[in-house]
């Protein structure tokens, strides 16, 4: 059997976030819903239905002793998918900023050697150096 940990946007935790800092629930993992960390769940809860994220799935030998359970996945969305996803864009960025000031490194030194030809081997020179 399997449980699912989850966490509700709250006045305590006002954003969305996978800490077990603050409160959690455990309910049991519908057959076939095959949820993972980050994945936005709806559960029946005794106020009502309310939005809850995913914080873990782990495999019990007993099922959880809740009254309530969790009713289906929000498809399309997995916050552990946008956190990577927001990584990767920053490191392409920081990639793309590197290759940028290359460019701009061969530009002034092209234009340099176009003032100045002979300037050639104090330019090869400098980028061995730097390498």
């Known amino acids: 059997m399997k449980q699912v940990d989850v ?13 077990y800092g603050s409160d959690f629930y ?26 809850a994220i995913v914080l873990q799935v782990r495999e019990e030998k007993e099922p959880a002793n809740v009254n309530t359970k969790i009713v289906t996945k929000v498809e399309g ?13 920053k490191e392409i960025e920081s990639e793309l900023k590197n290759l940028e000031e290359k460019l701009k490194d061969e530009e002034r030194y092209n234009l ?20």
């Open 112 to 131: 340099i050697l176009k003032v100045f030809p002979d300037a050639k081997s104090l330019i090869d020179e400098y980028k061995d150096l730097i390498k």
């Open 77 to 89: 969305y997995n916050l552990v998918d946008e956190e990577n996803r927001k990584k990767r864009i």
């Open 7 to 19: 966490q509700f946007k709250g006045r305590y935790n006002s954003d969305w976030c996978l800490d």
């Open 26 to 51: 455990t309910y049991n993992e519908p057959e076939n819903m095959n949820l993972r960390a980050g994945d936005y769940v709806v559960v029946e809860t005794r106020y009502g239905l309310s939005l």
